[in-house]
């Protein structure tokens, strides 16, 4: 499906591929009902996030109780990042989350708070 116009029957192809900064290759791809391009980057969660990769650590620290604040001081970033990432990973869980419920009808559903082991928050069915 095209991110642009998210029409799921127009026809999508490769168009080559390109180097990120780190040298992984990025698959790029072309929508014939729009006519735009887009990588398979523009599809993954992570996307224009430049400090995805901190996603974990700041969401258990977020559990444990710790503020945003401190979590930005410990890890030395900027508060507004980790409030960003916050977000992006509430989306994130929110997407995986109605998935599985679109799937399957839980009888019960159970919400662990158990702060020790803090993980992603996941729904019982």
Not at 52 to 81: P, S
Not at 102 to 115: L, T
Request: glycine letters at 4%; hydrophobic letters at 35%.
């Amino acid at each position: 499906m095209c991110p642009h116009c998210g029409n799921a029957k127009s026809k999508i192809t490769k168009k080559g591929i390109f180097l990120a900064k780190r040298g992984r290759k990025i698959q790029r791809f072309k929508c014939h009902g729009c006519r735009k391009t887009f990588s398979e980057q523009t599809l993954k969660p992570g996307y224009r996030l430049r400090r995805y990769h901190m996603r974990n650590r700041i969401f258990r620290e977020f559990c444990r109780g710790v503020l945003q604040r401190e979590i930005a001081i410990e890890l030395k970033i900027h508060r507004d990042t980790v409030a960003r990432l916050l977000i992006a990973t509430a989306k994130e869980v929110r997407r995986q989350n109605q998935k599985v419920l679109a799937n399957s009808k839980p009888r019960v559903v159970v919400f662990d708070d158990d702060i020790k082991n803090c993980s992603w928050p996941q729904i019982a069915v």
